[in-house]
């Protein structure tokens, strides 16, 4: 079916402020109230003590085809070792921003 783009739309769009009103007072007063400490509760903030937590996956080094980045600190494969000084391990992605 085609579909005049130049008639007119009414997609309830709201042409007075009485009517914006009343739905905004409508929709405001059928708000979910939330208790703060409920939905805090699993949150873990920055900086937490997380000294006796147990890590999930077993923590690898490097092998010895691979770097750590010294500006993003990922791990890469040799070949995406930016050209220029070796002492600078910077990865491809890095040296170019």
């Known amino acids: 079916m085609a579909k005049d ?28 109230d939330i208790d703060e400490f409920e ?3 699993g949150l873990e903030l920055p900086g937490a003590d997380l000294s006796s937590e147990q890590l999930a996956i077993p923590v690898l080094p490097p092998l010895d085809d691979e770097f750590v980045c010294t500006a993003c600190f990922l791990v890469y494969h040799r070949s995406q070792l930016a050209g220029g000084s070796s002492a600078l391990r910077i990865c491809r992605d890095c040296y170019r921003t």
């Open 39 to 41: 939905a805090a509760e």
């Open 5 to 32: 783009f130049d008639a007119p739309r009414d997609d309830g769009v709201i042409d007075n402020l009485e009517e914006l009103n009343a739905r905004s007072t409508s929709t405001s007063a059928s708000a979910i």
